[in-house]
């Protein structure tokens, strides 16, 4: 089927999915049976990682049986996000079971499940749960951003010295260093700074006004699809850390209220913190 899927059922097929994979890893939070290392040692994958993405797969296939699935723990199978991207797939959804695993394994009840829906690579459709809240942050392109129903708008503030902004520390030692180079600039510049350990409810916090901006690099397309529409739904600007346009493709990441991000950008330039230096 080459036609966009109506947005409003891929909405309560997404709903649905999370808030399953929301419930399971809330009940095991602190307790997963087998915790392995991916790529080095700060990168962590359970089982409830992958129980959850068979969850939510399998919720999309029932509804959508020819769609296709970009998840965090099965993109191996596929040869990599860049082939899938490049595939050219007409119905695609991108899929993090649980963003902020670190937290999810200690017990800090401060991850969620982030489900978007693109078609021919815009995404349509973004959801993000937080179980431990009972929070579920929605978008449908041109049609706004909500948390269990209610209007998201981001932040007024209009300088960075007013603003809470918020950053990441991902696995690689590389992009470590990277952000603390912006973290080094950023924190005498702005009212304070959160990094709580899950981009998908950064760039949700952004949308829903809580948090003003947030930039991070190395991060993934599952880390970031439904949070950027929801910051673009609710008045916000998302960017590349140089100021292009985002894309799926996107792994270095600036998402604000608009109003403070060329500032944002400007410090980040100057700390050499765009991940691409
Ligand atoms: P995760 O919990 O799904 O792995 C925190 O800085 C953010 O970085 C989280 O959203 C986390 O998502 C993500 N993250 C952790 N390891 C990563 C990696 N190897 N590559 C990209 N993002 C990663
Ligand atoms: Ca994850």
């Known amino acids: 089927m080459k036609a966009m899927h109506d947005p409003v059922r891929v909405l309560q097929i997404a709903?649905?999915?999370?808030?399953e994979?929301?419930?399971l890893m809330k009940e095991k939070a602190g307790r997963p049976e087998t915790v392995e290392t991916k790529t080095n040692a700060h990168d962590l994958v359970t089982e409830v990682d992958r129980r959850c993405e068979e969850l939510i797969s399998?919720?999309?296939?029932?509804?959508?049986?020819?769609?296709?699935?970009?998840?965090?723990?099965?993109?191996?199978?596929?040869?990599?996000?860049?082939?899938?991207?490049?595939?050219?797939?007409?119905?695609?959804?991108?899929?993090?079971?649980?963003?902020?695993?670190?937290?999810?394994?200690?017990?800090?009840?401060?991850?969620?499940?982030?489900?978007?829906?693109?078609?021919?690579?815009t995404i349509q459709v973004g959801v993000i749960y937080h179980p431990h809240l009972d929070e579920l942050f929605t978008a449908v392109r041109n049609r706004g951003a909500f948390v269990n129903g209610?209007?998201?708008?981001?932040?007024?503030?209009?300088?960075?010295?007013?603003?809470?902004?918020?950053?990441g520390f991902p696995s690689g030692e590389f992009h470590r260093a990277v952000n603390a180079r912006g973290l080094g600039q950023l924190?005498?510049?702005?009212?304070?700074?959160?990094?709580m350990g899950s981009a998908a409810l950064h760039l949700a916090y952004v949308a829903a006004g809580r948090i003003t901006g947030f930039w991070e690099n190395n991060l993934n397309p599952w880390d970031l699809a439904a949070g950027a529409l929801l910051?673009?739904?609710?008045?916000?600007r998302v960017t590349d850390t140089q100021g292009g346009?985002?894309?799926?493709?996107?792994?270095?990441?600036?998402?604000?209220?608009?109003?403070?991000?060329?500032?944002l950008l400007r410090h980040l330039r100057e700390a050499s913190a765009t991940g691409l230096e």
């Open 187 to 195: 924190i005498p510049k702005c009212r304070n700074i959160r990094t």
């Open 58 to 121: 399998g919720r999309i296939r029932e509804a959508f049986p020819s769609d296709f699935v970009l998840g965090e723990e099965t993109v191996a199978r596929h040869g990599g996000i860049r082939a899938v991207l490049d595939a050219g797939i007409d119905h695609l959804w991108i899929a993090d079971p649980i963003d902020g695993t670190t937290n999810f394994v200690a017990g800090i009840p401060f991850f969620c499940a982030s489900l978007a829906y693109a078609y021919r690579g």
């Open 231 to 236: 910051v673009s739904e609710a008045g916000g």
């Open 21 to 23: 994979a929301g419930a």
């Open 245 to 263: 346009p985002y894309t799926l493709a996107v792994s270095h990441v600036a998402a604000t209220n608009g109003l403070i991000h060329e500032e």
């Open 150 to 167: 209610q209007k998201l708008a981001v932040a007024r503030t209009a300088s960075l010295r007013d603003s809470i902004l918020a950053t």
């Open 15 to 19: 709903e649905k999915a999370v808030r």
